[in-house]
């Protein structure tokens, strides 16, 4: 049987330093064949390996049908993502992957779709909403929403303007604190939910981002009469092992590497927001 | 006839330990160290605690010799057989780096012979049960654990002298065998009653001393099992208690144990079912390689609730409650049973004494859905 902790080696192909705090790796399998029959849906993560300092999990931001790279979005706040924010094209790392249960990419055909993320949350949906921008006719109105706490934490600017282009899209943008020239809204991402363009009976939403967010954005659908089928969350915790072992990331009778990390509400809501849990 | 009922005079478990050599086995068994029953390799009968006895109570643990001719006459240790199966630390895989910072990526092969544990109680087999179902029965399969298990031989040992911390009666998990092991006995004051189960069990008792177990000695075996379910004043509820743990999150019981529990995660360490671990690398001073290593975990640990630079379980409210509402709540989605098994280890190691069944009791009253 194959191990399943056991990394495969990935080159770093090149860095990108998103903002101050955020960097892109993209990655490619060092061993072709591996490379070649790893396959992943959008919401799914990786265990990245820094060597002799450990493993992190972290979401891939790629296009699935992207056979060439492998882009991961890092915010550097601890040991190995510290270490990971060091790295230059050619270095080395270990991947494992991909885990858990991505984004309801078929439930969610001939829908409205409702995508509403914070802070880096964006980066586990990038790709869910590149997959829905490829087949743009399979879907209804979509309306991205994104909140940042700082209009410096903006990230991909253009992907969002060019989304914006799409037809039947809505993009919205809002930052707690806006800077010069900040062309979006300045304020809480929730003052914009009034001019999301969905039909409550056909409606899909996607969320990813702090808890708090996700919390405000179910509360608002449920007042719509979203049903809580219809609610879709990425959620985070420790994760060390990624296969539902080591018991970190538990969450009730759920493991969130395996079961999740992506979550209908329906599943999930009578802990969501439980202190502790 | 070796499918029912033997007899075995004491003296004849030598020839057990001798048969399980010669089939190949190294033998553990029960043993006194640091004042506690501990499993520990033996080749020899004497080296099992004939005589003694353990007084457990909450917080305390204490071992009394007299003249008591029996060997299994306590109920246990501190350590259940767990770290046979889900060691306490292990390493997972190791990574090599050369001049150019190529790595490389091997695997850390678990190359354990086969063992055979003597002296194994019910409600350690009943958590074997449940880590076998945590690390085997779901995909993927953990290939250390797979390998320590498929070499495993158990010889159980009914209890018939359960602590006043035990209480597996009440989650039907003891004092008596029912599965699980290879071999049974029930020790009596000059001899065992031994029974096989597995064709490996039923191949070394034909190579025993034995002769057919008669209805004294059967029924002798009998009411001691009683006695042992008699005995223990200690319960859980039978049945689940999730709906009752879940529907009380914020009752004012969690923050009074928080006042008591030291957060040392002792009750963890002994439970024979916990399986949380933690990973961390740890790399050799010439550069060249890494190991990758799992430890045993403890969710009353700061780091192990820690997520992008907040801990998500701040308080020992929070982490009890996380510990108590899966052991005995979310343990029946997961795995079709309360994950505990009344072995009443977390009552007696507790350094201040804190009890599962008293705080269950407090939380959920009996827990009647």
Redesign the interface.
């Given at each position: 049987?194959t191990?399943?902790?056991?990394?495969?080696?990935a080159e770093v192909i090149e860095r990108i330093q998103e903002s101050p705090t955020l960097f892109t790796l993209r990655l490619r399998f060092?061993d072709p064949s591996v490379h070649d029959a790893y396959r992943f849906a959008p919401g799914q993560f990786n265990m990245l390996?820094l060597?002799?300092?450990?493993?992190v999990p972290i979401s891939i931001v790629s296009d699935p049908i992207d056979e060439q790279i492998l882009d991961h979005t890092i915010?550097s706040?601890?040991r190995v993502?510290r270490g990971l924010s060091d790295l230059q094209a050619?270095?080395?790392?270990?991947v494992r992957g991909p885990y858990g249960r991505g984004w309801p990419l078929t439930v969610a055909e001939q829908r409205d779709v409702v995508v509403v993320t914070g802070g880096l949350g964006c980066a586990p949906v990038v790709s869910v909403i590149n997959y829905i921008m490829r087949r743009r006719e399979r879907f209804g109105t979509v309306n991205i929403v994104q909140g940042v706490k700082h209009a410096d934490d903006f990230i991909w600017r253009e992907r969002y303007e060019q989304w914006q282009q799409a037809p039947d899209t809505k993009v919205l943008i809002a930052a707690d604190l806006g800077m010069p020239l900040w062309p979006w809204h300045v304020g809480h991402v929730t003052d914009l939910f009034d001019e999301l363009q969905f039909d409550r009976e056909r409606v899909i939403v996607m969320m990813c981002g702090p808890e708090g967010m996700m919390r405000v954005v179910v509360n608002h659908m449920q007042a719509q009469g979203v049903g809580d089928d219809d609610l879709w969350l990425s959620m985070?915790?420790?994760m060390?092992?990624a296969?539902?072992?080591?018991?970190?990331c538990?969450y009730?009778?759920k493991f969130i590497c395996k079961d999740g990390p992506v979550f209908c509400y329906r599943d999930i809501r009578?802990?969501f927001g439980?202190?502790?849990? | 006839m070796t499918d029912a009922v033997q007899y075995l005079e004491r003296d004849g478990l030598q020839d057990l330990i001798q048969g399980l050599q010669k089939a190949g086995y190294h033998c553990v068994g029960p043993q006194i160290r640091d004042g506690a029953i501990v499993y520990d390799s033996i080749s020899h009968v004497d080296q099992l605690p004939r005589g003694y006895s353990d007084h457990q109570s909450p917080g305390q643990y204490r071992l009394q010799q007299d003249d008591n001719p029996r060997c299994f006459a306590w109920a246990n240790g501190p350590q259940a057989i767990k770290p046979y199966v889900f060691a306490a630390e292990e390493t997972l895989w190791r990574s090599l780096r050369d001049t150019a910072g190529e790595l490389q990526f091997t695997e850390h092969v678990v190359d354990v012979g086969p063992l055979a544990i003597i002296g194994v109680r019910a409600c350690d087999l009943a958590a074997l049960y449940l880590q076998d179902k945590h690390f085997l029965h779901a995909e993927p399969r953990d290939p250390g654990y797979l390998a320590r298990r498929q070499q495993l031989l158990l010889v159980a040992v009914n209890c018939t002298h359960p602590a006043a911390t035990c209480f597996c009666a009440s989650t039907g998990d003891g004092p008596r065998a029912t599965y699980g092991y290879d071999i049974v006995l029930s020790e009596l004051d000059a001899g065992y009653l031994i029974e096989g189960r597995s064709q490996q069990g039923l191949t070394l008792l034909a190579g025993l001393p034995t002769r057919p177990a008669t209805q004294g000695q059967l029924e002798q075996g009998d009411e001691e099992s009683h006695q042992a379910v008699a005995q223990q004043t200690r319960r859980l509820p039978g049945h689940n208690l999730k709906q009752a743990l879940f529907a009380n999150l914020n009752h004012a019981r969690w923050e009074e144990v928080a006042k008591r529990c030291l957060s040392c995660g002792n009750c963890t360490a002994v439970c024979p079912t916990c399986f949380c671990h933690a990973e961390q690398d740890r790399p050799a001073l010439d550069g060249t390689s890494s190991d990758h290593v799992r430890q045993w975990d403890s969710c009353f640990t700061q780091g192990h609730s820690y997520i992008h630079g907040f801990t998500l379980r701040a308080n020992t409210a929070q982490r009890y409650r996380q510990w108590l509402t899966h052991k005995l709540g979310s343990w029946h989605d997961q795995y079709g049973r309360s994950g505990c098994v009344g072995c009443g280890r977390c009552i007696s190691w507790c350094p201040v004494g804190i009890d599962l069944t008293e705080e269950a009791a407090a939380i959920c009253g009996d827990g009647e859905p």
């Open positions: 049987m191990n399943p902790y056991l990394p495969y080696e060092t390996y060597y002799g300092v450990g493993e915010r706040v601890g993502t050619g270095d080395r790392i270990g985070e915790r420790n060390q092992c296969v539902g072992h080591c018991g970190h538990q009730g009778d009578n802990l439980v202190k502790g849990f | -």
